[in-house]
């Protein structure tokens, strides 16, 4: 290594400090909200809980998984996550491996019908208009279908076919493998990254959207966990929320002890983990792929 | 096999465009557009005239400068500091530890800055207190004057980690025998980040550059939505988008909705063109 003059160290020193300090913002939000959610909500209404719990509890977990509500639009998201991920990936990967041949008569003519679409677009109203028009509000499909292709991943996809030696496609051709067994046993298995990239893209936009469910859906059974959030964070049906836990329950007087200790707080926090858990175990594992995806993408063409 | 997606990017991207002909008519719900009435541009008249107009432009406006002028330089700033970490270790840490929320839903950030906000033991009016910088929580999030700094600041909090990655991956590739024949001339690390880094990703900094600019009249939507929760925040927190559902959603008053949709998508195409040219003189440009 170089040598480091006397300027160049405290230049070090400060950015060290800088990264550190940001390092801290960044996860001093989740990290005292982890902290709530394990501590006992009428403890935590005292004030002062910073780093660690004062009086750890797993009571406002206890609430949270007994609202059937809150299981059900973690379900929601899930199936949601999971199904609009395939088709999404699945679907966007035949498009783009048909733009990739070259034997795809006027497929410039095809591209520029799509790229379009990523500059102009008929916007909010019209789009929940024809949605309505079509009968989607209020089903599963309104949440997976409208977005099913993106031509932003296409062009990602397009752009590493490319790339990929032309021999591989042809010789699969001449041995009698059709344009749908060429995709999903030859070019698919080798874009591993790309694939494994654009998935985790998918996946997280549908784990945290929130928007289309709550101006696409009404009925209560269809809301992922995110929408539900929102409505908790937004509103009061946290107390109602307390009651439903004691209500119907047979040993209702033990649990009023529980509850009692339980605050909105504790309770709200409680749900956002519960909400961003799944993420949160799974992206610094799939790192290298995305840092990856992202450059694929923004050095396209 | 490519006609079915043809057919469905046809069906979801292009049957909505048709739909902005709309802002032309005075749309029946059960009419549907076949049958409602023309009404030229009454709609459009009756956005630009609307006492609401020159506050949603405003906010419009200053929001996304904000964004631009503070939000478009912090990765690049912070690419910049990561590459200076000799500690791999550290680097890796700080990096895994910067994309983190922008894997996190705008209700989950929102979650957050209420509760780092509160007036009821948030961190931020804790901290304040016993610094004695203040003698009682502030309610941050009502106060309209905070609204623009809270929103721009959650931003860049929220993405700056995830910008930065293109950033570093440009720096990474430059040639380190520029560094080496600079540091030999006797430039010290802050010259040659001047000298060498900097005009190296220049060409990476000015597309998305341009892409910001084009991107001007997108001030934001969902984290709006998400933070601008109380009515005492409108005068500062409205902007088109927000305004457009606000009118369309909420009120039903569709055509006009659709209206104001319109017109920020000319004004955006019309940026973005003039963007363009801009770079084109620069040496660089999108198309």
């Known amino acids: 290594m170089m040598k480091l003059s006397a300027g160049d160290k405290v230049l070090q020193v400060m950015i060290y400090t ?76 035949i498009l783009a491996y048909g733009l990739s041949r070259h034997e795809l008569m006027g497929r410039k003519v095809y591209m520029v019908f799509c790229i379009i679409t990523m500059y102009f677009s008929g916007g909010l109203i019209p789009t929940f208009l024809l949605l309505r028009e079509f009968g989607m509000m209020d089903t599963f499909w309104v949440l997976v279908i409208p977005g099913m292709i993106s031509v932003y991943n296409m062009i990602i996809f397009r752009t590493f076919f490319l790339g990929l030696p032309a021999g591989l496609v042809e010789s699969a051709r001449i041995d009698g493998c059709n344009h749908i067994g060429v995709l999903t046993r030859i070019i698919l298995p080798i874009s591993g990254p790309v694939v494994a990239t654009l998935s985790l893209f998918t996946a997280v ?97 | 096999m490519v006609v079915p997606a043809m057919l469905f990017i046809f069906v979801f991207s292009y049957l909505p465009m048709y739909g902005v002909l709309m802002a032309f008519q005075d749309y029946q719900l059960f009419g549907g557009f076949f049958h409602s009435p023309w009404v030229g541009f009454k709609h459009f008249e009756a956005f630009f005239n609307s006492p609401d107009f020159w506050n949603v432009m405003r906010n419009t406006i200053v929001i996304s400068l904000l964004k631009l002028c503070i939000g478009f330089p912090a990765p690049i700033l912070l690419a910049l500091m990561l590459n200076e970490v ?159 559902y606000r009118m369309g959603i909420l009120n039903n008053r569709f055509s006009y909705a659709a209206a104001a949709g319109l017109f920020k998508a000319v004004v955006s195409i019309g940026l973005l063109a003039l963007a363009n040219k801009a770079a084109r003189k620069m040496g660089s440009s999108l198309w």
């Not at chain 1, 809301?223 to 040993?251: C, M, R, W, Y």
């Not at chain 2, 999030?141 to 959650?154: D, H, K, M, R």
């Not at chain 2, 430039?187 to 990703?201: E, H």
Request: charged share 10%; aromatic share 12%; with cysteine.
């Open chain 1, 18 to 93: 800088v990264l550190l300090l940001l390092g801290f913002i960044t996860l001093y939000p989740f990290w005292n909200s982890l902290v709530i959610s394990f501590n006992v909500g009428s403890d935590t209404a005292l004030g002062g809980i910073t780093f660690w719990p004062r009086s750890p509890t797993l009571d406002n977990y206890e609430v949270v998984f007994r609202d059937s509500r809150i299981g059900h639009a973690f379900l929601i998201s899930i199936l949601r996550t999971i199904v609009g991920t395939t088709l999404s990936v699945l679907f966007t990967a």
């Open chain 2, 86 to 244: 000799r500690l791999m270790l550290f680097k890796r840490i700080i990096q895994t530890v910067s994309y983190l929320p922008h894997f996190l839903s705008w209700v989950i950030v929102g979650g957050f800055v209420g509760s780092m906000l509160s007036t009821d033991n948030g961190s931020v009016n804790m901290l304040l207190m016993n610094l004695h910088l203040t003698s009682e929580p502030i309610s941050f999030l009502s106060v309209p004057e905070y609204f623009w700094g809270i929103l721009v600041g959650t931003g860049i909090w929220k993405e700056m980690g995830f910008a930065a990655i293109v950033y570093l991956a440009a720096i990474a590739g430059i040639d380190p025998h520029l560094y080496e024949a600079a540091s030999i001339d006797g430039a010290g690390r802050f010259k040659q980040i001047q000298l060498i880094t900097l005009p190296c990703i220049r060409p990476v900094i000015i597309i998305f550059l341009i892409l910001a600019v084009g991107n001007i009249l997108n001030a934001g939507f969902e984290d709006i939505l998400i933070l601008a929760t109380n009515p005492i925040l409108r005068d500062v927190s409205d902007v088109i988008d927000t305004y457009v």
């Open chain 1, 205 to 301: 936009y549908h784990w945290n959207d929130w928007f289309s469910a709550s101006i696409y859906i009404n009925d209560t059974r269809l809301i992922p966990i995110q929408t539900l959030l929102k409505q908790i964070l937004n509103s009061n049906i946290v107390t109602d929320q307390l009651q439903k836990a004691i209500g119907s329950s047979a040993a209702a007087q033990d649990r009023l002890a529980l509850v009692q200790s339980v605050t909105s707080k504790s309770l709200i926090m409680a749900t956002t983990m519960v909400a961003t858990l799944p993420i949160i175990t799974v992206y610094p594992f799939l790192q290298k792929y995305f840092v990856k995806g992202v450059l694929i993408g923004s050095l396209k063409e």
